[in-house]
């Protein structure tokens, strides 16, 4: 069956270093991917999408995510990471089939400690 | 307003009652949908509607009703509400030369 998996419910990073999100799909044609952030008691917020263009895709916030199609995923990275990016983060897919209904991870928490 | 608004922000109701989550946005997009959030589960499409007049089941549709009467508002029913269904209720609607969903703030339904 198709689906988005993100490894790693909990991510936590310091402030400074790498945020490297992960997320891969199961598909037999690469579908559109998507990555959302939720801040704590709001709404989802779309960070960058990717929808067959340029595989590196930039989004807001400095945030970028590369698709690779041999690894069926779609990392989500940030070179340094900032006490504001604390948040729950979605990756979702427009999968094969399904219309123009997304398919969302089940999410990743990320903590950024000083 | 510009955007996805959602109504009542939180709710708590006991079970057995009618509760309808509003959900109106003012983008004039076609498509609109209603998911709802649980720890650990992501996000999970409700129902959903192409275009005003028309609706669709999601993957967890059952206890849920909704209408689509007009493009902007996207009303989610439940009929007899139930403790599983406490959640938070997120509506969205997609801009389709965007190919892209936005949601609204959500509504923190608690039944119990």
């Known amino acids: 069956a198709q689906s988005v998996t993100q490894l790693g419910s909990h991510v936590s990073v310091s402030e400074g270093a790498l945020v490297l999100l992960r997320c891969n799909y199961s598909s037999s044609v690469p579908p559109y991917l998507f990555w959302y952030v939720q801040y704590p008691n709001q709404g989802l917020q779309l960070l960058l999408k990717y929808t067959s263009a340029a595989t590196l895709v930039k989004g807001i916030n400095g945030f970028e995510a590369e698709f690779k199609k041999s690894e069926t995923s779609f990392h989500l990275t940030k070179p340094s990471a900032h006490m504001s990016d604390a948040a729950e983060y979605f990756c979702a897919a427009i999968l094969t089939g399904g219309g123009n209904k997304l398919t969302f991870g089940t999410g990743t928490q990320l903590k950024v400690e000083l | 307003i510009a955007g996805i608004t959602q109504a009542p922000t939180s709710q708590i109701l006991a079970a057995g009652r009618r509760m309808t989550l509003r959900c109106t946005q003012d983008m004039r997009h076609n498509a609109m949908y209603w998911y709802r959030q649980d720890l650990g589960l992501g996000l999970r499409l409700i129902h959903y509607s192409n275009t005003a007049g028309t609706t669709g089941k999601g993957e967890v549709p059952d206890g849920y009703s909704v209408s689509r009467a007009n493009t902007d508002d996207f009303p989610l029913t439940l009929a007899s509400a139930v403790p599983s269904q406490t959640s938070v209720y997120f509506c969205?609607?997609?801009?389709?030369?965007?190919?892209?969903?936005?949601f609204g703030p959500g509504t923190r339904l608690t039944v119990l």
């Open positions: 969205a609607s997609r801009d389709r030369e965007a190919d892209t969903q936005y």
